[in-house]
């Protein structure tokens, strides 16, 4: 027989069943319904379910089948017209078998002629047996197995589960270690694991933590509309209808076997502590992958969670904060303060929102660990009771751990991490540079500001000088007016090896010279012919290009200086022939 896929929901007067059987026989079905009882049967199908409320058979009810989808639309008139039906959404919980109810004693004493014969041993015992002293053993040696696991229910797993052990859990052997050995060991590792650099750099560069801030889960809308309707209504039964499940979910819902737990009063309290624990991390995970799961999921959250890595138990919930809040601190990728007060927030929004809530942030862990190698141990020894265990927890019992939840004060100094301190030298050491830096940006523009002083001052020197060449020059060209000759035989020397010609012009001897003009980008070859024996205009001509050849500044070619020299050369020259 197959489990077909079903879901159930309600009005005030009527409970409605859509029982999905593609493959089944229309023609042949049955349903039976009477009180909490229903039963649907299509070969190859059968639907077993226990509901949490009475209905009843008065003629109201209606069947349908739409053939396109294979779907069973049923619907039943409550007993109870106005009843709320509490938990529709748990389906493990309604597949569940009624209880069987007897007054039958469970153990009995069975008389020994009741015994069959062939149970009966007639062999004669052995007295030759091996026999050792006595030794006292200690209570702890005589049970040395520690237990772990749903409510400490479980133990002895991981001595054949040795290979896995190192990638699931941080603790070494625990089987063999007690409660509080493993807190003292977990202690010392966060202690090891704490980088205050890595601490510091998240705390000053915080621009993608305030982003993870921002982040909404898809509780923040669910959590919003609760408190919209509880303001207009106060009945706080019917928020639970605010979450629903997707196929997928129900489906894992139908592959859960349903189990009862016997838990005293001191394992309950640590199953809803517990519970807490993995909230914690499982809120962290989501809101710093914005809900998109990748590779290092089930690590984060087995991490975060001592519970799951170190097989942690509580006694109160602040124990609790303070554990989540040093592994926050020093495992995953973003560790700050802020990230640790806001999962706690997130989880009392999902704990005050019912246990459909809890329950759909359970089965998400449960696919994450079952599609991690290592994590799926994880899900047997926790994960899958707790998906059982709480579809039948009143919403009562979770509101009142929300409250104890919200009570709870967390601050840095009780982390035992010296955050504070950490944070002030931090401080410290940024005023310091910051103080060095503008320090070094005043000797800066000091510098800039002198330099740009002496530049000034150079330029005035640099004029002053310039003005005193220029009167040096006019003094020079007065002492050349009125010493043409003396002036001439000075310049005379350095142009003695010019090669020159004597040329016969009109019965007279010329020199034929190539002079360039005193404009050097010119370039023009300038040819001068006089008689030699005219010298009175040619002193004079040669008076008028020396005054010219004086007044020309230092950046001047050299050309025009030979030019000038070439004729002074030439005037000299002219009279003495």
Aim: net charge negative; charged share 30%.
């Amino acid at each position: 027989m197959l489990t077909p896929a079903f879901d159930l929901s309600q009005d005030p007067d009527f409970l409605t069943i859509a029982i999905r059987v593609p493959y089944a026989r229309v023609s042949e079905f049955d349903v039976y319904f009477e009180g909490s009882d229903f039963k649907f049967y299509a070969k190859p199908y059968f639907l077993r379910l226990t509901l949490p409320g009475r209905i009843v058979e008065n003629g109201s009810e209606q069947g349908s089948y739409d053939a396109d989808k294979g779907i069973f639309t049923i619907r039943l008139p409550k007993e109870t017209p106005g009843q709320h039906f509490e938990g529709l959404n748990m389906l493990t919980a309604l597949l569940a078998p009624r209880k069987s109810r007897t007054a039958k004693p469970l153990v009995e004493e069975i008389d020994a002629s009741e015994i069959p014969e062939e149970v009966v041993d007639d062999e004669e015992f052995d007295w030759e047996i091996e026999q050792t002293p006595y030794e006292e053993v200690s209570e702890s040696a005589l049970n040395p197995q520690c237990h772990y696991g749903f409510g400490n229910l479980r133990s002895g797993v991981f001595q054949r589960l040795q290979d896995e052990l190192n990638d699931v859990i941080d603790i070494k052997n625990p089987d063999f270690t007690p409660a509080a050995e493993r807190r003292q060991k977990r202690l010392a590792a966060e202690l090891a694991k704490f980088d205050p650099d890595h601490y510091l750099a998240d705390f000053f560069e915080d621009k993608a933590i305030e982003q993870i801030l921002k982040y909404n889960p898809w509780w923040t809308d669910k959590y919003s509309k609760m408190k919209a309707f509880l303001e207009k209504s106060q009945e706080e039964e019917n928020h639970a209808a605010l979450v629903s499940f997707s196929e997928e979910e129900k489906y894992q819902l139908r592959k859960f076997v349903n189990k009862s737990y016997l838990l005293d009063k001191k394992a309950c309290r640590q199953v809803y502590y517990s519970l807490i624990d993995i909230l914690l991390a499982y809120c962290y995970e989501t809101r710093v992958t914005e809900g998109e799961k990748n590779v290092e999921s089930a690590w984060n959250i087995r991490k975060l969670s001592p519970t799951l890595c170190w097989f942690e138990t509580w006694t109160n919930v602040h124990e609790i904060m303070v554990s989540f809040g040093r592994r926050v601190l020093c495992y995953p990728l973003y560790r700050h303060f802020k990230l640790v007060m806001k999962a706690c927030s997130d989880t009392i929004k999902i704990l005050q929102l019912g246990k459909s809530a809890v329950l759909k942030c359970l089965l998400d862990i449960h696919k994450i660990f079952q599609e991690n190698d290592p994590a799926y141990i994880l899900n047997d020894l926790y994960i899958s009771d707790y998906c059982v265990w709480i579809q039948k927890v009143k919403s009562k019992k979770l509101a009142a751990l929300a409250e104890a939840l919200k009570e709870v004060s967390l601050t840095k100094a009780q982390l035992g991490l010296e955050l504070e301190e950490l944070e002030a030298a931090a401080l410290l050491v940024q005023e310091e540079e910051t103080a060095l830096k503008a320090a070094h940006s005043v000797s800066g523009q000091q510098t800039l500001c002198s330099s740009s002083e002496a530049s000034d001052s150079e330029d005035s020197d640099s004029t002053v000088s310039s003005g005193n060449e220029d009167s040096d020059s006019d003094s020079e060209q007065d002492e050349l007016k009125d010493s043409p000759s003396e002036t001439v035989n000075s310049l005379q020397g350095p142009f003695l090896e010019e090669s020159s010609a004597l040329l016969i012009v009109d019965g007279g001897v010329c020199r034929n010279t190539a002079i360039q003009e005193s404009d050097a980008n010119q370039g023009k070859p300038l040819a001068s012919s006089q008689p030699l024996g005219v010298s009175g205009p040619l002193i004079e001509e040669l008076e008028e290009q020396l005054k010219t050849t004086v007044q020309v500044s230092e950046p001047k070619s050299t050309t025009a200086v030979n030019h000038s020299n070439m004729q002074e050369r030439d005037g000299r020259q002219t009279p003495n022939d």
